[in-house]
């Protein structure tokens, strides 16, 4: 079983902490009146996903989902909207709300690179794993490198409906109908020594339809007409801060949620056994060189994760 995710190490206060965008974001206000809400794209009318946006010189703010839709809710005034997403040129807008919900769609460019720093791959293979084994050396040295934190937390969770069309799918007929499900909530997260993790919700909102709220998916394929039934699927759906938080500084992760075996990390000191890298591309970010590394499992049947690293140069 393979897991796609987005792992962005960034330089902000625990450098340790590997984050994953799930919707998790930072708060630092009340729940307030009005709705901000657009998509972000970028030059080509691509939607970009997990772009923080947040209130300039503040904590306060969201991510946008998978499809680059985002909603941010503020109260009345002149607000200063921040945009930012990796390998993007930081975007801030000027929004006004007035007595009433907003849209406002964000474009943002590429990161320009300077020509004279541009440097030939030969292979990427050798380049991906010269700097994976560098990122390994230094796994322990930020394991446990700080103490405790605590953060005011925000999470949204939902689980959306799309529907197969009969005559053109793989799966004819087998994608039942299910209800839309839907949970906010708001509150304080507790890290402390040795992976302790509390948490105390201040705010909870459950919109999810009571009756048939589990999921239940039947997918047949081509020479098997058993079929597989899940009857629950508790990845697909994130309650509390804990389901998701990772932290891939450890050889071994275990994630209920996902799967009932640990997973390996791909910072894991014998990870080169379990992934391939390769090298995808360099651009600069706040000033810093970052490596952007796709991640593969070489069985994609085991307990492993599929998705993209980006590495600080010289921070590793």
């Known amino acids: ?47 970009i996903p997990f772009v923080s946006i947040y209130l300039e010189n503040t904590t306060y703010g969201v991510a946008s989902n998978p499809k680059g839709m985002y909603f941010l809710e503020l ?43 541009i440097t030939v791959i030969e292979n990427k293979r050798d380049l991906a794993m010269e700097i994976m084994r560098k990122v390994i050396d230094k796994r322990r040295d930020f394991l446990n490198a700080y103490g405790g934190h605590k953060c ?35 509150g304080y997260s507790y890290y402390g020594p040795g992976g302790q993790v509390k948490e105390v919700k201040t705010a909870y909102r459950d919109l999810a339809e009571k009756k048939g709220a589990t999921v239940q998916v039947e997918i047949s394929t081509e020479g098997d007409r058993s079929g597989q039934r899940v009857e629950h699927n508790p990845y697909l759906f994130y309650t509390t801060i804990a389901d998701g938080d990772f932290n891939f500084y450890q050889n071994l992760l275990n994630i209920p949620k996902l799967g009932e075996k640990p997973f390996i990390s791909p910072l894991a000191a014998t990870a080169p056994l379990s992934y391939k890298y390769t090298f995808e591309e360099t651009f600069y970010e706040d000033g810093l060189q970052i490596n952007k590394i796709l991640v593969t499992p070489r069985n994609p049947e085991a307990a492993l994760f599929r998705g993209y690293l980006y590495i600080v140069e010289d921070q590793w």
């Open 1 to 47: 079983m393979a897991v796609t995710f987005y792992f962005l190490r960034r330089l902000i206060h625990v450098r340790q902490f590997v984050n994953i965008c799930f919707g998790l974001c930072l708060l630092c206000q009340p729940v307030l009146a009005f709705q901000l809400s657009g998509t972000v794209s970028d030059e080509g009318g691509q939607p």
């Open 75 to 117: 109260e009345n005034g002149t607000h200063r909207i921040v945009f930012q997403a990796v390998g993007f040129q930081k975007k801030i807008e000027v929004v006004t709300i007035r007595n009433g919900n907003a849209t406002h769609d964000v474009t943002l460019k590429n990161e320009a690179v300077d020509l004279a720093e």
């Open 152 to 186: 005011e937390t925000y999470i949204k969770a939902s689980l959306e409906k799309e529907f197969i069309d009969r005559k053109d799918s793989l799966l004819p007929g087998l994608l039942k109908r299910e209800r839309l499900n839907f949970i906010e909530s708001y």
